[in-house]
């Protein structure tokens, strides 16, 4: 009896971190790949990778890795991905499908543009809207993406083929894989994930600034813990994601501090109606989104 | 053998919702009480509490709940606190022990100085650092205060006698017990909880106005749960820990809106190593906190 052929021949994942370790496995446990090729910077990590079986083999060579893969999933931080697109371009096999995982879309479709001096039809820009704060392969696993949403961004030029692979590689991961544009993408990116991040930062950066923070920290309760998880989080990752989204971000930051500026003056002169009603209409929200 | 006899012959707790009814519990438990009876204005919550076995009895009129009480536990809502002073005050017991739970002390310390004229050396306020989004007396359990912190925020003029009393009850429900000023209480908890919910409403309110609220929100992932689980705490509280705490709160969302004013400018003019020392900071204090 021949075996089935998987999905993917030759996979080359560029960032074996927790993304990218977590799709290799999810590949490999939906029998999705043959070889799962691993590239990236810090050869450590990579080590630990072959170790753990996320991956067949790796190159620290970039240009080496990609040679004869059919997906190359580019899975490096949001501030590196330019480099490594420039790196890989002029080693792609003619028909391999190239995508990648960055929180911010818009930046990494211009970065393409520029280096290919086009979109190439092979190019699906996407986005699995999963994590923790934790980071690199070891916090890797298989079941990172069930149940949770990938966003892919295709764009005129993309080949449905292409597209196609994309998909099918996702929801055998156990995602639910949805399309969307490639501004709104970041525009609710922005909204529902950087906005809050950069909040926890400063939040607890203001505090810890605080004369008394020691004090102050001694006495914070079970809701700071959660409000402030995000704070754990890598804060380069972050920070090129703040780069990397600035005009969406920048947007969201307007409209919040403005709405913040508001009730600040409504807490300050007394108006008990203004402030009843903002945390009514946020309750109500939340309350509307989840059950907890 | 004669039974040992319990801390507090007869407890009064107005208010018995999610504080006071596990307040409630956790002494019975600790067989810490002889009679418990309930007030507040709520006779359905009432009615459950002695259903729940929660309190002995009730009475929905606050001057004769309080008749013969050794102690008097003030969980009203902060907004009801200095009106429910005024109704008891003249019934107390003469050596009846009076205390609170309010999420902030300085506006209840003025409002009983106000009532009684000056501070009754059976005055005792405290604040147990406990609870969740859940509030009524169904949402009451024994174990609420264990290895929480409970503050008392004892004045000069405060009886020994009656202030050990208080210490007592709370170390019964498994907390700790901890004196603060009550000025520097109210500047702690502004930062740590008053600041956070005010931002968690803010968030939610602003997202779920803009134009494609539902779609934003569908998009939120893991993260932005934890981040605004607060805000789907009790509008009404929130507005008079708010209307309570104003100055405190006030000076500390001066401080986190400057701050925050000064990142969207890093962001806005591409300070990269601006944005990267913030969120390091932030990271760095978040992690010497908790573990997770």
Chains 1, 2 share one sequence.
């Not at 998909?167 to 809050?196: I, K, N």
């Not at 810890?208 to 704070?231: H, K, Q």
């Amino acid at each position: 009896m021949a075996a089935t052929q998987p999905l993917i021949r030759r996979l080359c994942i560029i960032g074996v971190g927790l993304i990218g370790g977590s799709l290799a496995r999810a590949l490999r446990e939906a029998s999705a790949v043959g070889e799962v090729v691993g590239a990236g910077r810090g050869e450590d990590n990579l080590r630990a990778a072959v170790r753990l079986g996320v991956v067949d083999r790796y190159d620290t060579d970039v240009s080496r890795a990609v040679a004869d893969a059919d997906v190359v999933v580019v899975a490096a931080p949001l501030g590196a991905i330019s480099s490594v697109l420039r790196a890989i371009a002029p080693h792609l096999a003619p028909d391999c499908v190239l995508t990648d995982v960055g929180s911010a879309k818009g930046s990494v479709v211009a970065d393409v543009e520029r280096i290919y001096g086009a979109i190439p039809p092979h190019f699906v820009p996407g986005h699995p809207i999963a994590g923790t704060e934790k980071s690199g392969v070891e916090a890797s696993f298989a079941t990172l993406f069930q149940r949770r949403r990938v966003i892919l961004t295709p764009l005129a030029e993309t080949a449905v083929t292409a597209y196609r692979l994309i998909r099918r590689m996702w929801e055998l991961t156990g995602a639910e894989v949805v399309d969307m544009g490639v501004r709104h993408h970041d525009a609710v990116l922005a909204a529902t994930s950087h906005l809050p991040h950069v909040l926890a930062y400063t939040l607890v950066d203001t505090l810890a600034r605080l004369d008394d923070r020691a004090e102050v920290f001694r006495y914070a309760a079970g809701g700071f813990r959660d409000f402030t998880r995000i704070a754990s989080s890598d804060p380069q990752m972050w920070h090129d994601i703040c780069v990397a989204n600035r005009e969406q971000l920048l947007e969201m930051l307007t409209l919040f501090s403005a709405d913040l500026a508001q009730l600040t003056e409504a807490i300050r002169s007394d108006d008990r109606a203004a402030i009843l009603a903002a945390f009514q209409r946020a309750k109500r929200a939340r309350d509307n989104l989840y059950l907890d």
